[in-house]
């Protein structure tokens, strides 16, 4: 793939910053999904975002083990963010890859490191390493997404723009939040 190296946006949170949750229905990140992901996440060094999240029995696929496409949504939600809030351009998933290395049972933590890779035009790159159970544990799955910038009316023609009005209202997502003409 031809890209360019990229940097985080000038106005993006620092290394060290907590970063909320975005939508609070999110399956991601959200807290009003009892059964969801809580995925927490923080900046890291250079364009990083560290993520984590519990298994717990909602997200079984086998008994007492995660199923692989809630892994996979974690490491949506995880590049995901790493994409909105380190370069502050809305943008979807356009392609999703994972690899499977090793399970994961209930109970443990997925510890995600998510980077950006690089940008070509409206597409983004970006991939990260989960490790079970401590930030240096074994990578457990890892993966590599294709975000696609979109404009805002993405979200408004297709989705539910009451919800969307509902997050503005929250001050989960504000206008002057994004770089919309990169
Ligand atoms: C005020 C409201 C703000 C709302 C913001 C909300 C939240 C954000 C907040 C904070 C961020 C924090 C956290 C976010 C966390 C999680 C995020 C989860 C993200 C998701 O879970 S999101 C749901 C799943 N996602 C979709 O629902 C996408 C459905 N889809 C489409 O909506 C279109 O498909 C689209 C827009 C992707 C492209 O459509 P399009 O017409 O605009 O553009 P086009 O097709 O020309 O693609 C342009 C270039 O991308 C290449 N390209 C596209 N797709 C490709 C693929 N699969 N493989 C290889 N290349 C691909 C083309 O080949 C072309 O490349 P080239 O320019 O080189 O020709």
Not at 7 to 19: F, I, V, Y
Request: overall charge negative; charged content about 25%; glycine content about 12%.
């Amino acid at each position: 793939m031809d890209t360019e190296p990229v940097a985080p946006h000038p106005d993006a949170p620092t290394a060290g910053s907590k970063l909320g949750v975005h939508f609070d229905e999110c399956f991601g990140c959200g807290n009003e999904q009892e059964a969801g992901l809580h995925l927490q996440s923080t900046v890291g060094e250079g364009a990083t975002v560290r993520s984590q999240f519990t298994v717990t029995e909602a997200h079984q696929g086998a008994p007492g083990l995660a199923h692989g496409g809630l892994l996979a949504c974690a490491f949506d939600e995880a590049l995901g963010s790493t994409v909105g809030n380190l370069l502050r351009r809305p943008a979807v998933t356009g392609r999703l890859e994972t690899d499977f290395r090793r399970p994961v049972p209930v109970g443990s933590t997925l510890h995600i490191v998510a980077k950006l890779d690089g940008v070509a035009g409206r597409k983004i790159y970006v991939s990260a390493d989960g490790h079970l159970d401590a930030e240096d544990g074994p990578v457990a799955v890892r993966a590599r997404g294709l975000f696609v910038t979109v404009g805002l009316e993405h979200f408004t023609s297709h989705g539910d723009a009451d919800a969307l009005e509902k997050m503005r209202a929250a001050g989960r997502v504000k206008r002057e939040d994004w770089d919309i003409n990169p």
